[in-house]
């Protein structure tokens, strides 16, 4: 593992702190500058970690035939064989030598995942997307510690869907039939709520440019902020949905970004927005670990108002979101 130390300069005033890739960042907010890893297309080149278990097997199979670009996978101990008629790598510093991936797709079992992610963080792959759930927190901690001193990876997931750019690359477990190529983009800490909103835009003949699942975890890789900095710079994408839940603070981050956005940018892109959770009783976890209302959180009904107030259009439940969006980009092409 390559290890640098930062010495805090005038431009960058901090304690010392430490970096775990060979190209070290030089400031706490590095990682922001990896948002543009999240974009994807049919030449983006895909690995599997985990590659020859019986879960990678099944997603690879299915991603291949959609037609994702995979160039082999790791399995410790395994390399130098084939699997899917594809090579296997020991470590992903090999793999990145050898194929160059733009994304690790992290099929391993939660207790392993996080060392797997740090393993890819080390060798620099741009894009580390990882579906797992259960990580415990304090590996993902960890994970976090290192992801915040460096500038090369972007972290998806954990307990995600996954993220996919329709009819071009999937990396992850959504269920890609329904999903068509267009102009949508669409960020989610729910995977349900944004399948419903892809077969609402697909519906209405939208599609969707990227559709990017925060997870529902309690730290996140990318957030729901993250999502909206790269729909708002990505021309393919000429509108945003955005769905939140109870649990966290991630939506009230993506009101404040909204706001900003709305208010500097001469033509904004319409936003549509939804919040689940508006009846869910203190104490309740709707699904996994990150949607749970506390007292100290939230409610659903707070966070859909200060949406609304930054600009967004929030709506009840995702099967409107398509026609919402849809009237809304006519209403725009008619200024």
Not at 206 to 222: A, C, H, K, N, R
Not at 256 to 267: A, M
Request: with cysteine; glycine share 10%; hydrophobic share 40%.
């Amino acid at each position: 593992m390559a290890v640098s130390i930062f010495r805090p300069t005038r431009s960058c005033p901090s304690t010392w702190r430490r970096h775990f890739s060979a190209s070290a960042a030089r400031c706490i907010n590095a990682y922001d500058s990896t948002i543009s890893n999240l974009r994807l297309d049919k030449n983006t080149a895909v690995v599997y970690q985990g590659f020859t278990g019986k879960a990678a097997t099944a997603n690879a199979k299915d991603t291949i035939a959609y037609g994702t670009r995979i160039v082999g996978g790791i399995s410790p101990g395994k390399g130098g064989s084939t699997h899917l008629d594809l090579p296997v790598f020991n470590t992903v510093e090999e793999a990145m030598k050898t194929v160059r991936p733009h994304v690790s797709a992290v099929f391993v079992p939660a207790q392993f995942a996080a060392k797997a992610i740090i393993e890819s963080i080390e060798a620099e792959v741009p894009l580390v997307v990882s579906v797992a759930e259960h990580i415990p927190v304090h590996d993902m901690l960890r994970v976090h510690e290192i992801l915040r001193t460096q500038s090369k990876t972007r972290l998806v997931g954990p307990n995600c869907p996954g993220i996919i750019a329709p009819e071009q690359c999937r990396v992850g477990i959504m269920p890609y039939k329904q999903y068509q190529r267009g102009c949508i983009g669409i960020v989610s800490k729910s995977g349900t709520l944004s399948y419903e909103a892809v077969g609402a835009t697909s519906a209405v003949g939208l599609g969707q440019s990227i559709v990017l699942g925060m997870g529902g975890d309690l730290l996140p890789g990318t957030t729901l902020a993250d999502g909206l900095r790269l729909f708002f710079e990505d021309e393919e994408t000429k509108g945003i949905i955005v769905i939140g839940e109870i649990g966290g603070e991630a939506e009230l981050r993506a009101a404040e970004l909204i706001r900003e956005y709305r208010q500097s940018t001469p033509s904004p892109k319409p936003i549509v927005a939804m919040v689940a959770g508006k009846t869910a009783p203190l104490g309740r976890i709707m699904g996994h670990a990150g949607a749970m209302l506390t007292p100290r959180d939230v409610p659903a009904d707070i966070k859909a108002k200060a949406l609304e107030d930054a600009g967004a259009v929030v709506v009840p439940h995702p099967g409107v979101m398509g026609v919402t969006m849809k009237r809304l980009l006519e209403v725009d092409l008619k200024k």
